[in-house]
């Protein structure tokens, strides 16, 4: 696609569900990233994925936090037993060579 | 670890000035860096990018710089308009690790 895009925009969920956020990068894009950006705070990395290399999973705030990357193009980011404080734009972003990163609209993901 | 630091923090300006967004870090091995713009409730816009072996970048009214020996990037924005209104965010790769490191950024207002 033209640009890098993200499901759901929003979403609402109760505290201990499960929830998965999409990341449809850019075509042809090897490079991927999760960040995470909570109200009044700056961007957290996340997770990143290479190619076929094992993805940089150092970023990951708990093991309740995972993600994958299926055929090298969609991504999906996988929250297990949401908590509030897990309530932030979860942005994804992809690049082809490092010398340009483009990023999506995010996904607003609300814990009440 | 890199840190990058944002200021000021807010700006607000006459419409037509001509202002200047500070970005410094803390490790001059970098990669590259980025400027983006963020518009509230929205993902990120990349604006420029700048290679370590680059001085500057220059694109319409905005204008790029790089310092590494002294930790600092510039955003250079000519004669501001209204639409200028966002948040201004840096953010630098390094040769190890995958991640950008995001500052905080700069929230403009631009004033009709």
């Known amino acids: 696609g033209a640009g890098v895009s993200q499901s759901p925009s929003n979403k609402v969920t109760e505290k201990g569900k499960d929830v998965e956020l999409r990341c449809d990068p850019i075509?042809?894009?090897?490079?991927l990233y999760w960040y995470r950006q909570s109200l009044g705070q700056g961007l957290e990395f996340l997770i990143y994925?290479?190619?076929?290399?094992?993805?940089?999973k150092s970023g990951l705030p708990s093991d309740r936090f995972s993600a994958e990357r299926t055929g090298g193009s969609v991504s999906t980011l996988t929250i297990q037993r949401t908590q509030q404080e897990d309530s932030a734009v979860y942005l994804c972003?992809?690049?082809?060579?490092?010398?340009?990163?483009?990023f999506g609209s995010g996904t607003r993901l609300t814990v009440v | 670890k890199q840190e990058v630091t944002q200021i000021p923090a807010a700006l607000s300006v006459p419409e037509g000035e001509n202002l200047v967004l500070n970005c410094s870090f803390t490790?001059?091995?970098?990669?590259?860096l980025q400027w983006f713009r963020q518009d509230p409730g929205k993902g990120l816009t990349s604006l420029l990018l700048?290679?370590?072996?680059?001085r500057e970048q220059t694109s319409g009214r905005l204008n790029a710089s790089l310092d590494k020996s002294s930790g600092r990037s510039t955003l250079y924005i000519a004669a501001s308009q209204p639409g200028d209104s966002a948040t201004y965010l840096c953010?630098?790769?390094?040769?190890?690790?995958?991640?950008?490191?995001f500052g905080t950024g700069t929230s403009l207002t631009v004033i009709p």
């Open positions: 953010a630098v790769r390094i040769y190890t690790g995958n991640q950008f490191y």
């Open positions: 490790d001059s091995a970098i990669y590259n």
């Open positions: 075509s042809g894009h090897t490079a």
């Open positions: 994925f290479q190619g076929n290399s094992a993805p940089d």
């Open positions: 972003a992809s690049s082809l060579d490092h010398y340009g990163y483009t």
């Open positions: 700048i290679q370590s072996s680059q």
